[in-house]
């Protein structure tokens, strides 16, 4: 029995399925079309399917050219720069924007510092800075994208930290707004520390800060021998100011000093209000550590901070400054003298101790070797000036080496009316029970401050300094 079907193409109401009159559109769809292509969208090829993947590649294609065209303005319309982590002005910009958005921005980070005053207190700081992502600041009538990225599988070598990095986007040609930009974050940073002094210690093979900047010690806080103080400062403020002087004669522009002495004589003491002074910068160098060796040392040294000392304390501790086997010996006076006997054991390539991967050698040739930087000012401090070889105090690596001895009469007579200021009478009376380099200013200091409630009271107990 055959059997016939006819396909039904009419909906109950009587209109074709496909929606209009003419299998089109509907035509409550259609009245929202332009005149000029609703014919197209009535022909049945197009209702059917054809009309709608040239409209799916139409759309593929615009949405393309939008994305290359956002790509091309990124390139010809904007202008952008990246900072780095491990670059100096990462952090003037993290403080500038910490500052800048500090109440605007509602994702941050948090940043706790240590800092240690003199007391021995140690107080923590808390700031907000911008977390990673993205944030928007309006400067100078500009709008700035700033975005930070965080790295989470990649490690700086140089500080042991995840890769971090902020970029600068503005619309525009012209690089100059982040110049200016990265210029007022530094003169931030530096008004910041005006009146400080900022002290560096190593990290790796780079300069970190260590906590936050000191008040600088004045100069006055730390007595010397009559005219002792005023000759380094002299000495170093013409180093400073004759940067065209060595150039002219080719030699090297650098300058080194050694201060020794028994402990307690104000060595480092003095270096800090140095530096206060003539508004230096410190960078403590450890030569002991596990992580220095030749090669970092280098680097540290010509990567030091601009306008700052470079500290080496207790150099004669720090690493085998000496090849040499010190004999001590008398005189025909009965006299303790040191002779140098050469010790073949010991040798300039071998390394001066388990922990350090630093060299005899190594040390000379980054004091004044081929290598070795320029516009250094490098202090050294030693309370064992026989320890030290003689070709690492020579002209060239030390130029001015100075005696720090205990407390001449000068120095007990000046301390005494620091402490007790106007009172001359007495302090002449103490300097004349107290013999000259006998004690040493660091415990003529401790006694000043155990009895600085009455100036007789030093005066009275003078029995305990001497003993």
């Known amino acids: ?48 399917g054809f009309g709608l993947i040239g ?15 956002l790509i091309n303005a990124r390139r010809y319309c904007f202008v952008s720069v990246e900072v780095p982590s491990h670059d100096k002005s990462y952090h ?58 965080r790295e989470k599988n990649v490690v700086d070598m140089a500080s042991g930290n995840l890769w971090q990095s902020i970029t600068l986007t503005t619309m525009g040609f012209n690089r100059n707004i982040f110049k200016t ?68 004669r080719g030699i090297p522009y650098r300058r080194g000093y050694l201060l020794y002495g028994p402990p307690g004589t104000g060595k480092s003491s003095f270096i800090t209000a140095l530096a206060g002074e003539l508004k230096l910068s410190i960078c403590i160098l450890n ?30 501790s720090a690493i085998d400054t000496n090849p040499h086997q010190l004999e001590e010996q008398q005189d025909a006076n009965g006299n303790v003298v040191y002779q140098y006997q050469y010790n073949s054991k010991y040798n300039y390539t071998a390394p001066a101790s388990n922990s350090s991967q630093l060299t005899f050698s190594g040390l000379l040739n980054a004091l004044d070797g081929v290598a070795a930087s320029e516009g250094r000012i490098l202090f050294m401090t030693t309370n064992h000036l026989q320890k030290l070889d003689k070709t690492l105090i020579r002209p060239g690596r030390v130029d001015l080496t100075i005696h720090m001895g205990l407390a001449t009469s000068y120095q007990i007579n000046q301390m005494y009316l620091k402490f007790f200021p106007n009172h001359q009478a007495q302090a002449d009376q103490f300097e004349s029970l107290v013999a000259s ?31």
């Open 181 to 248: 930009l990265i210029q007022e974050a530094q003169e931030m940073s530096i008004n910041h520390e005006e009146g400080k002094t900022v002290i560096y210690h190593t990290q790796g093979n780079e300069w970190r800060r260590f906590g936050h900047p000191r008040a600088r010690r004045p100069l006055n806080s730390v007595i010397l021998d009559d005219g002792l103080s005023d000759q380094i400062i002299q000495d170093v403020q013409k180093f400073l100011n004759n940067s065209q002087w060595y150039t002219q």
């Open 287 to 316: 030569l002991a550590g596990k992580n220095v060796s030749d090669s970092t040392l280098n680097q540290l040294l010509s990567s030091a901070p601009q306008r700052s000392i470079i500290l080496l304390e207790d150099i004669d």
């Open 92 to 149: 003037w910009l993290m403080e500038w924007l910490a500052k800048k958005k500090q109440k605007s921005t509602r994702h941050v980070s948090v940043e706790t510092t240590l800092s240690h005053h003199e007391s021995g207190d140690i107080v923590s700081t808390i700031n907000f800075v911008p977390s990673v992502g993205s944030h928007y600041i309006l400067y100078k009538g500009r709008v700035l994208h700033v975005e930070r990225v």
């Open 55 to 69: 409209v799916g590649a139409a759309a593929t294609f615009a949405r393309k050219g939008f994305q290359s065209a």
């Open 1 to 48: 029995m055959n059997r016939t079907f006819q396909l039904d193409t009419q909906s109950p109401t009587g209109n074709p399925i496909g929606g209009g009159a003419n299998g089109g559109v509907p035509k409550g769809l259609l009245k929202y079309i332009p005149e000029s292509v609703q014919p197209l969208f009535e022909n049945p090829l197009f209702s059917a």
């Open 437 to 467: 380099e006998t004690v040493s200013p660091a415990q003529l200091q401790g006694h000043f401050m155990k009895y600085s409630e009455d100036p007789m009271d030093s005066i009275n107990h003078i029995k305990e300094l001497i003993k």
